[in-house]
């Protein structure tokens, strides 16, 4: 009930093009979901978040959507960009602390 | 700027040592947490604390300790490390606002 599962685990794809990330979870407590973003060699920083009483956030090119009956929510990326290559980890929040999925390292091709 | 700062990028050690990694943050923060992050697996949390000398164990506490006895210092401890200890470890400070802020990472190899 604790957990967060995200897919797929890698991801390639062309310059310009759509990047899709989903995740899924069970706990119908978590009140927070946020998306972070990771460039080797560094820690992971906050993309972008969404809280459940809403089933969109857009901020640029990135968009998180949100379906509370299907406790599911996915990262766009639209127009990607090799500069958006990196490693992405969805979570969620219980109670202060978050829980992570597992990530997907996204590559994109120029 | 926000900042976390973790005093070690790579580290090697061999099997049974006690092992030491800081993590300092500038920005006054109550919360900090350690996560070891391991490929496929994701970012697992060892402990947190949420004010000085206060803590709580996180998922995977199993073979570490942590001390906080300043409200900038979180400190990981490996009592005795072993080879399944190797992983990068990050540490990540926050406010009530939850964006937690992440330092660089601490690459340790077990040996």
């Known amino acids: 009930q604790q957990q967060v599962k995200q897919s797929p685990q890698s991801l390639i794809v062309q310059k310009g093009g759509i990047s899709i990330i989903n995740c899924a979870y069970e706990n119908t407590a978590f009140d927070y979901f946020p998306w972070y973003q990771q460039f080797p060699g560094k820690g992971p920083a906050l993309l972008i978040a969404?809280?459940?009483?809403?089933s969109e956030k857009k901020e640029g090119r990135f968009t998180i959507s949100f379906n509370k009956s299907a406790k599911q929510f996915s990262l766009h990326i639209m127009d990607s960009q090799p500069g958006d290559s990196a490693t992405y980890f969805c979570?969620?929040?219980?109670?202060?602390?978050?829980?992570f999925g597992q990530g997907t390292t996204l590559q994109v091709k120029p | 700027d926000v900042k976390v700062t973790q005093s070690s990028r790579y580290l090697v050690k061999r099997t049974g040592e006690k092992v030491f990694l800081e993590c300092v943050q500038d920005m006054d923060h109550e919360n900090m947490f350690w996560y070891r992050q391991d490929p496929g697996l994701g970012l697992r949390l060892i402990y947190f604390?949420?004010?000085?000398?206060?803590?709580e164990k996180g998922d995977i506490p199993e073979g570490y300790s942590v001390s906080r006895e300043k409200k900038e210092r979180f400190s990981l401890i490996l009592e005795s490390a072993s080879t399944n200890q190797t992983s990068m470890y990050l540490c990540?400070?926050?406010?009530?606002?939850?964006?937690?802020?992440f330092g660089a990472g601490t690459r340790l190899s077990v040996l």
């Open positions: 604390s949420y004010d000085v000398k206060m803590k």
């Open positions: 969404i809280r459940p009483d809403v």
């Open positions: 979570a969620a929040r219980p109670e202060g602390k978050l829980i």
């Open positions: 990540a400070s926050s406010t009530e606002l939850d964006i937690q802020y």
